[in-house]
T-cell receptor, first 116, second 117 residues
Framework: AQKITQTQPGMFVQEKEAVTLDCTYD???????LFWYKQPSSGEMIFLIY??????QNATEGRYSLNFQKARKSANLVISASQLGDSAMYFC?????????????FGDGTTLTVKP | GAVVSQHPSWVICKSGTSVKIECRSL??????MFWYRQFPKQSLMLMAT?????????EQGVEKDKFLINHASLTLSTLTVTSAHPEDSSFYIC?????????????FGEGSRLTVL
């Protein structure tokens, strides 16, 4: 079974500052992918960044970077230079590549509020 | 990236009626689609896995007779909420898996908001 834990129900950050959203995971799959999604109030799931379990380097996508620590089973999202438009709910998710291929397990989410 | 479209985006219905939600992959074939339900301020919970041409696989606790899933083609899966009640009011999101090797690519629809009066 796969499990994603996000321990921060809500986070506040000042505009232009960086913020880290925490995510820990548990899985028995030897190969898996970790994902972060942004969900604004409209409800759509916006893909932000992906980290493969065998990737040696941490993933980066523009202002988003993923701090992947495999031994600690953590995959924290770092957003640099926060913008007002970053205010949304953020979900950490996992997908396996074997029996759970394509099936996503989500954390409870973190609501990020960017203050002007 | 690939596009997954859901229709309708929102629907309001009376208690006791049935509602059908469509999930279409617009520019790729999806042998597998997934249906999730999300209550306000909560996480997405997987309801069922829909495979083209075969019966859907439901997660534990999801009533298969209430949430009918049909995956009749490689680009379309439908979720029908039968005899809807107010407690079925929720945000329903589908995702479609791109067939092929490597790490399975999955794309999410925009979601469908159901309100049962």
């Amino acid at each position: 079974a796969q499990k994603i834990t996000q321990t921060q129900p809500g986070m506040f950050v000042q505009e232009k500052e960086a913020v880290t959203l925490d995510c820990t995971y548990d899985t028995s799959d030897p190969s898996y992918g970790l994902f972060w999604y942004k969900q604004p109030s409209s409800g759509e799931m916006i893909f932000l960044i992906y980290q493969g379990s065998y990737d040696q380097q941490n993933a980066t996508e523009g202002r988003y970077s993923l701090n992947f620590q495999k031994a600690r089973k953590s995959a924290n999202l770092v957003i640099s230079a926060s913008q007002l438009g970053d205010s949304a709910m953020y979900f950490c998710a996992m997908r396996g590549t074997n029996t759970n291929a394509g099936k996503s397990t989500f954390g409870d989410g973190t609501t990020l509020t960017v203050k002007p | 990236g690939a596009v997954v479209s859901q229709h309708p985006s929102w629907v309001i219905c009376k208690s006791g009626t049935s509602v059908k939600i469509e999930c279409r992959s617009l520019d790729f074939q999806a042998t597998t689609m997934f249906w999730y339900r999300q209550f306000p301020k909560q996480s997405l919970m997987l309801m069922a896995t829909s495979n083209e041409g075969s019966k859907a696989t439901y997660e534990q606790g999801v009533e298969k007779d209430k949430f009918l899933i049909n995956h009749a083609s490689l680009t379309l899966s439908t979720l029908t909420v039968t005899s809807a009640h107010p407690e079925d009011s929720s945000f329903y999101i589908c995702s479609a898996r791109v067939a092929g090797g490597g790490h399975p690519e999955v794309f999410f629809g925009e979601g469908s908001r159901l309100t049962v009066l």
